[in-house]
């Protein structure tokens, strides 16, 4: 049998046993600690590609899972990482840096910042990277974005770049500074409608609320690890294409009744429910009308254990 069948199996065997470990206090930790070695992935995929005999392919595999979390329950607890995977307060992971009295500091504070308008640029880039928390793009700007975010979590910061009609707009999370509860974290974007967007989000566990029904939407392409995503397209523009590569996610999308729509999915252990389409070979299905729509919509997915929702609307 293939690695790659198997690999999301092993995985999934691996992440319940962690489950039965905690609960038995044979290994103690928080489960955002264990979150934080989302890299793994990229490492665990990385193994998958590797122009080596699957066999060997296991044996790394487990080499790697084994290594990692005996790695954690040892760590020293002068150790700065010993707290970040081992304490929590109740129900809120608590990530307060201790000051030299064993007070609970933070600079966080909420947030807002703005882009000005430039009638010149007729093309922005978005860029957002961020842990956790819920995230919400939808509203109209009047300038080219209006950026909120309101939590203890931590703070964010923005860079601005101008490109060849159109801006490149950054924000993510300063780095070390990571505090508080994720459920506190609320970001909420508003774009200007003028200009055609690209999008590119990267988030941890996340809620994803995205209604871009009056947005110009070129790309949209999402980086994900345990989230929920609520999705809405309009039809502003001749063609979207959008691209998510998640791992055990709820994915709802909702594209117009009158755009035509493809959806490549390429996905392991996945509830799929793509009702309006009809299947047009393996992997591939697409609205009725999706040759002769004015507008297209283009989606790949390519996702593990998660739950993928297109409907029309």
Not at 168 to 185: A, D, P, Q, W, Y
Not at 234 to 247: I, L, S, V, Y
């Amino acid at each position: 049998m293939k690695y790659r069948t198997l690999f999301w199996g092993i995985l999934l065997i691996a992440i319940g046993l962690l489950f039965v470990l905690n609960n038995l206090g044979i290994l103690s930790f928080s489960w955002y600690g264990i979150w934080r070695l989302w890299p793994l992935i990229l490492i665990f995929w990385g193994i998958s590609i590797l122009p080596i005999r699957d066999g060997i392919k296991f044996i790394v595999l487990i080499s790697v899972i084994a290594l990692t979390f005996l790695s954690i329950n040892r760590l020293p607890e002068t150790s700065p990482w010993y707290f970040r995977f081992h304490h929590h307060n109740g129900d809120n992971f608590n990530f307060w840096d201790d000051d030299e009295n064993g007070a609970k500091t933070s600079n966080n504070k909420d947030q807002n910042f703005t882009v000005p308008f430039d009638s010149v640029a007729t093309k922005g880039i978005l860029n957002l990277e961020a842990a956790a928390g819920n995230f919400k793009v939808s509203g109209i700007a009047k300038d080219f974005l209006d950026f909120s975010k309101t939590g203890e979590v931590g703070n964010y910061e923005m860079t601005t770049n101008d490109i060849t009609n159109g801006k490149n707009i950054t924000l993510k999370m300063e780095e070390g500074n990571v505090h508080g509860s994720f459920r506190k974290n609320k970001v909420e974007i508003k774009l200007n409608p003028k200009p055609s967007w690209n999008m590119k989000l990267e988030i941890g566990a996340a809620s994803l609320d995205l209604d871009l029904t009056e947005y110009k939407i070129d790309t949209v392409e999402v980086d994900a690890g345990a989230s929920s995503m609520n999705i809405k397209l309009g039809d502003k523009n001749p063609r979207t294409d959008m691209k998510f590569d998640a791992g055990a996610s709820s994915i709802n999308i909702e594209v117009p009744e009158n755009s035509g729509c493809q959806i490549t999915s390429e996905s392991f252990l996945v509830s799929k429910n793509f009702k309006g389409f009809d299947k047009k070979g393996d992997h591939i299905y697409e609205t009725p009308n999706f040759s002769s729509a004015k507008n297209k919509i283009y989606i790949i997915v390519e996702t593990a254990v998660s739950s993928i929702n297109v409907k029309r609307y």
